[in-house]
């Protein structure tokens, strides 16, 4: 789009403009505030768990977006996920994160599949 330089004063954007700038700029995003001891709680948690500092500052923000939502003291999650195994935390994370996550988008576990070399088959005669 090309911009338009004048001295005129800015014209003020109509609902359908608003709309768009919201829509392109916004989408998804809700303002959240936290406390910062909170905040730095769950951080250190997950990089005490070997998370990187990018994906625990990630996660821990999911982790208190939902607690905000669910209305839940997150001490009180982070006691429930200290109690989990290194497994279970990863099963537990990836339920939460596709809470989180546009439905085209999810993210699982892969199953390899093993197949006999010798397929046994019920054949009736």
């Not at 109509?14 to 730095?40: C, G, H, M, S, W």
């Not at 996920?81 to 537990?92: I, R, S, W, Y």
């Not at 596709?98 to 009736?124: A, E, H, Q």
């Amino acid at each position: 789009m090309s911009e338009f330089y004048t001295n005129l004063p800015q014209k003020e954007k109509d609902r359908l403009q608003k709309t768009i700038d919201d829509l392109t700029q916004t989408q998804y995003v809700e303002p959240f505030q936290f406390n910062a001891n909170d905040y730095d709680t769950a951080i250190s948690f997950f990089v005490k768990r070997g998370f990187d500092r990018q994906p625990a500052e990630e996660t821990a923000y999911i982790i208190l977006q939902q607690a905000k939502i669910d209305s839940v003291p997150v001490g009180q999650i982070l006691d429930i996920l200290t109690k989990a195994d290194p497994v279970q935390l990863n099963e537990l994370l990836t339920v939460v994160l596709n809470t989180n996550r546009y439905k085209s988008s999810r993210l699982g576990v892969r199953n390899n599949k093993t197949s006999r070399d010798i397929i046994s088959r019920n054949i009736k005669a």
